[in-house]
């Protein structure tokens, strides 16, 4: 059974609301359950910085969403969880990948162009107040995703256009230098991908609307009181079109449910009934995660532990697959040039080329410096096991190839000879 690789980040801004949950946390902790996938979380303090200049909110924002997604059911030990600051391979590859995507496709980005009109409609300079780190938050995004060679990214409708634009960047390194990255695709829950707040709005800390996750309950109770809704009288049928109410409680509650309470309306149910109805079905989901919850936050050397141990398993994947890319737009140690004039070294050193094919296995090459094929594997069901195979081959050389000659096959009058001699320069630029 092939696998299919989900990725997904929250930005370590401030304190996990509901939106967070129904939109993210809860969608990918359920996908990270699959045995047919991958599953790669972050904490995404480096885009915390675009808007945020507190360090104190920021340390305290990603305990609380390690916490939030922990106590959620998700599984260290089963995915990749990891703090994006914590690999650096990422920034390097948004510099890589700012070096193919065009500046015209970022000025069309949804969050440049609504700081621009904004500034415009109030008369001052356009570009007031608009950093560069927000005009490049797509590409720092679609290194996030292009690094782990991600196919699915669930996200809210608002940012399906940073998907896109990922995929136009994965195409452009592609055409420039080789199959590298696997365009990306937006997976979308259409009914919870974007929660209302209490004003009617996108739930969002920069609204200031939002319903945090483990609000105890009296203040949850409070806070789903509050959410605005029309002055309809009780007895007065009243429409589920446009009610944030209404909107909240779908993403919590079954269709069977969702449907009576859509009949409630019809039959005019007092809004004061219809938020307790809300509260209490939202409460009977989050109140048992309350508990480990806190007791996580009690324990932030836990969560620590936890961060650098998913680093060290998302830098197993990134730092090689860095080396790969660095060698792929030439940025190589000198000393591996041939004595060949560089224009015609068409490699300077050998490499190992991965991809997938239609059949939905993914498959790797070795070609010399002069592109000439040396090995090409079968097919695998993961570009984890694909990748574990090259590592095989780079660390124990051609020693390795009678273990693996089931999943091998040698190109034309190759010798093994030729292998280990591209095998050993590949080891010999890796230790220098």
């Not at 370590?12 to 990270?32: D, K």
């Not at 196919?151 to 940073?162: E, S």
């Not at 452009?172 to 695709?185: L, Q, T």
């Not at 993914?362 to 070609?367: A, S």
Request: proline share 5%; net charge neutral; aromatic share 8%.
């Amino acid at each position: 059974m092939s696998s299919t690789r989900f990725l997904t980040g929250i930005t370590t801004s401030g304190t996990p609301h509901l939106g967070n949950y129904v939109g993210s946390i809860r969608p990918s902790v359920r996908a990270s359950l699959r045995a047919d996938v991958e599953s790669f979380y972050f904490l995404a303090d480096y885009h915390a910085l675009i808007k945020i200049d507190e360090p104190a909110r920021i340390q305290r924002s990603t305990l609380e969403i390690a916490a939030s997604w922990l106590a959620a059911g998700l599984d260290p030990e089963r995915v990749v969880f990891y703090r994006q600051s914590d690999v650096p391979e990422i920034p390097e590859l948004t510099w890589l990948l700012t070096c193919v995507i065009g500046k015209g496709v970022l000025n069309r980005a949804h969050a440049y162009k609504a700081a621009v009109d904004k500034n415009t409609a109030a008369g001052i300079d356009p570009e007031s107040d608009v950093s560069a780190g927000l005009f490049m938050y797509p590409v720092l995004m679609g290194a996030d995703i292009l690094m782990f060679n991600a196919h699915k990214v669930p996200v809210g409708r608002d940012q399906v256009q940073h998907i896109e634009m990922a995929r136009d960047m994965a195409h452009s390194f592609n055409h420039r230098y080789g199959d590298h990255f696997v365009p990306p695709e937006a997976e979308i829950e259409d009914n919870v991908a974007t929660l209302p707040g209490l004003d009617g709005r996108k739930m969002s800390k920069s609204y200031d609307n939002t319903i945090p996750l483990f609000a105890p309950r009296a203040q949850l109770k409070k806070l789903i009181a509050s959410i605005v809704t029309d002055s309809r009288a009780p007895g007065e049928p009243k429409d589920t079109e446009g009610s944030a109410l209404f909107q909240i409680y779908q993403a919590f509650a079954t269709p069977e449910e969702s449907s009576t309470l859509r009949q409630a309306y019809a039959d005019g149910i007092a809004w004061s009934d219809a938020k307790q109805i809300v509260f209490e079905r939202i409460d009977d989901e989050i109140a048992p995660l309350r508990e480990v919850y806190q007791a996580l936050l009690d324990d932030p050397a836990r969560i620590e532990s936890i961060l650098r141990a998913g680093a060290a398993k998302a830098r197993h994947i990134a730092t090689p697959f860095m080396g790969r890319l660095r060698q792929a737009v030439g940025l190589r140690d000198l000393r591996t040039q041939s004595s060949k004039t560089a224009k015609s070294v068409k490699s300077a050193l050998p490499i190992f080329k991965q991809y997938r094919e239609n059949d939905g296995q993914f498959y790797f090459k070795l070609l010399d410096t002069d592109g000439r094929l040396l090995l090409q594997s079968t097919g695998f069901a993961s570009p984890k096991v694909a990748g574990q195979t090259i590592a095989t081959l780079q660390t124990q050389g051609a020693s390795a190839l009678n273990e693996l000659k089931d999943q091998l096959q040698w190109g034309l009058d190759v010798q093994t000879q030729d292998i280990d001699t591209a095998l050993q320069a590949l080891r010999d630029a890796k230790t220098k």
